[in-house]
């Protein structure tokens, strides 16, 4: 039978006496109260009393056992009895018991149960139990529980409760809750108020659990979850395994928020008692929080007592701080204690210095301690080395072992392959199990089939998950169907998330809705920038050469000509032919003709027709024909139409002046 405490410290065992048999025991045997006032001590003054050592109080009590005295006999057996010494114990509680001590016939079960008398034991905490002993009703009911008899056990453990001990409280709330009724939570808030740790780490774990269920509005996770995030590496788990917790209730109008923070409490009353697992789970939700400094502290106090989870996470705390060595330091002690998600970021650790032996010894560890991110890391890494087989088969194993973003990138290695069949059903594994890169390439699959309306589809659930280019594609097929207004919403989205193409896009859309600018005025100030030219802006600061012609045309608009040849000169050396040509015109207005001339000939080259009418223009002024009417048939052959009818007409004229 195995008795629930928080005890730390046991005394050696006598001979024959197991260790895990004293540290239950120990919790259970019953103090005797008011002992020295029954004990003579006439002989002793009230400050030698205080500084009594054991071996003087042991003394005392055992001359006082030999007069008869029943509160030292008591007291004498519970004290040898927490010794170990069995043999020496036994006498002294049996005299207490006969005389009705009910601490002593409490103790003698104890005594009885250790010596494997289990039902002689329970005997004796009847009695006990029945005087009134709530040490005794506990230990009963737990020997009914380990006996089945679960009636029986919550009868004794109830009485043992109610009477305020902890443990009984503790124990009557495990029953309760492996039967699922409602009362459980109360007599865990009774055992940790009255300092229980591991009630007051499980009243913690309902009270979280309930507020941050879905249908609460709570988040989902606390701290960083445990599971793939798609990235090399995972972020470190939360609070590990925890025992199951009761079912919620109340009618709080807020309870997320008033349950979390309850939940902080008894987390932190826990961990400040020792409990390594409650000092990781609250570290998680402070680094949670951003109070990084405390989450550290308790994490080091939760590692240091041998929480695998907790020096993991420490490491990475550290590594966020830049102290990469300390990190490897506590990951290092994490992995060697199994923890798969130490290992994997000692294997992205070694993976990132080049070292990609000792990177991969590190992912096999954690794919040996059952972390399927092994599997997938051994994958990228196999895959940057272009060992592609390899890659295929560990992304096929954590694939099989449901993991997502593996199914993913196996697909991906099929698509490659000029598999689409075969990838198709890893991408919709990977798509079903909430990856949002699968969805989106599952649209990019039947997009490549000219199915435009299931690529749409696995476009938008992408796009509802936050993916950037989805929405983009989203926003794209809206405007071709018409829908501004579903197309903008999109383009937002993904101009947010960072696409350049978006954010051009979504100026165009802006830009068409602008009213025609009015005539100049002088002197009138200048106008400030509209929402679509910043959004031409960004993009064009990503680089995108259709935005920075449109950006180098408004500030021409706006007479800013140094800002318009910054932009049009940035695009023009990127290869649009268009800044190219519209620098060549910016330059020819300020008189630097040669040097538009040579950014004409880029542009005309890269197949822009004004451009190459533009050179034949000067080429005509400056009496060179031959030349001109090459550049006159480079026009007529780029277009547009217009400018194909001014070349052939300038052509035909230069042809008259080389045969007249």
Avoid at 67 to 84: E, K, N, P, V, Y
Avoid at 525 to 532: L, V
């Amino acid at each position: 039978m195995v008795f629930m405490g928080d005890r730390a410290t046991l005394l050696e065992t006598g001979r024959f006496v197991q260790r895990h048999a004293r540290n239950a025991a120990d919790e259970i045997i019953e103090a005797v109260g008011a002992v020295d006032a029954a004990v003579d001590t006439t002989a002793e003054t009230d400050a030698d009393t205080e500084t009594e050592t054991e071996t003087e109080s042991e003394a005392r009590h055992r001359r006082a056992a030999e007069r008869g005295d029943l509160a030292s006999m008591s007291a004498l057996g519970a004290l040898l009895l927490r010794r170990g010494d069995l043999d020496g114990a036994e006498p002294y509680l049996r005299g207490a018991t006969a005389q009705g001590d009910r601490a002593a016939a409490n103790n003698l079960g104890v005594l009885l149960h250790q010596r494997g008398y289990a039902d002689e034991a329970a005997g004796w905490w009847r009695v006990a139990a029945v005087a009134g002993s709530a040490p005794a009703a506990h230990a009963l009911g737990r020997h009914h529980r380990e006996r089945g008899d679960e009636p029986a056990a919550e009868y004794w453990l109830r009485q043992a409760a109610e009477q305020g001990h902890a443990l009984g409280a503790y124990a009557l709330a495990d029953l309760l809750e492996h039967r699922s009724d409602v009362g459980a939570e109360r007599w865990l808030r009774a055992a940790a108020e009255q300092g229980h740790r591991e009630a007051a780490y499980r009243l913690a774990v309902a009270l979280e659990r309930r507020a941050t269920e879905p249908d609460r509005g709570g988040p989902h996770e606390a701290g960083r979850g445990p599971h793939e995030t798609g990235s090399r590496l995972r972020a470190p788990g939360g609070a590990g395994a925890v025992p199951p917790a009761g079912p919620g209730g109340g009618t709080d109008p807020d309870p997320p928020k008033a349950e979390s923070t309850e939940a902080e409490q008894w987390f932190r009353q826990a961990a400040a008692r020792g409990h390594r697992r409650a000092a990781l789970h609250l570290g998680a939700i402070l680094e949670k929080r951003g109070d990084l400094k405390e989450a550290g502290r308790w994490y080091l106090s939760s590692a240091k007592e041998g929480e695998a989870k907790a020096a993991c996470a420490l490491g990475f705390l550290l590594r966020d701080a830049g102290d990469e060595e300390s990190a490897a330091v506590w990951w290092l002690r994490a992995a060697q204690d199994g923890d798969g998600n130490a290992a994997n970021a000692l294997g992205a650790l070694h993976a990132a210095r080049g070292e990609q032996q000792t990177a991969e010894r590190w992912y096999r560890a954690a794919m040996d301690a059952g972390d399927v991110n092994g599997a997938y890391n051994l994958g990228l890494l196999c895959a940057a080395q272009d060992r592609i087989p390899q890659a295929e088969q560990w992304y096929r194993r954590a694939a099989y072992a449901g993991h997502r973003e593996a199914a993913n990138a196996l697909a991906v290695l099929l698509l490659q392959a000029g598999d689409a069949n075969g990838a198709e059903p890893w991408f919709s594994k990977a798509a079903e199990a909430g990856s949002v890169d699968a969805a989106f390439n599952l649209g990019i699959l039947h997009a490549g089939r000219d199915d435009d309306r299931t690529a749409l589809v696995w476009y938008e659930r992408a796009a509802a998950a936050g993916h950037t280019e989805a929405a983009l594609q989203v926003g794209i097929a809206a405007l071709r169907d018409g829908d501004e207004r579903t197309a903008e919403r999109h383009l937002r989205c993904a101009a947010g998330g960072g696409s350049a193409e978006a954010a051009f896009r979504l100026a165009t859309v802006l830009d068409a809705r602008r009213p025609e600018p009015g005539p100049a005025v002088l002197g009138a100030p200048r106008d400030e920038k509209t929402e679509c030219e910043e959004w031409y802006e960004r993009a064009a600061q990503q680089g995108h050469r259709r935005a920075q012609v449109r950006v180098g045309m408004l500030a021409a608009g706006r007479g800013d000509l140094a800002e318009a040849d910054r932009w049009y000169r940035e695009a023009a050396e990127a290869g649009s032919r268009n800044g190219a040509f519209n620098l060549g015109l910016l330059l020819a207005r300020e008189g630097s003709e040669r040097e538009a001339a040579l950014w004409w000939t880029r542009a005309a080259r890269a197949g822009h027709g004004r451009a190459a009418l533009r050179l034949a223009l000067l080429a005509a002024r400056r009496g060179e024909l031959t030349e001109g009417r090459h550049w006159c048939a480079r026009a007529v052959e780029l277009g547009p139409a217009e400018v194909a009818e001014r070349a052939a007409r300038l052509s035909e004229a230069l042809h008259q002046e080389l045969t007249a």
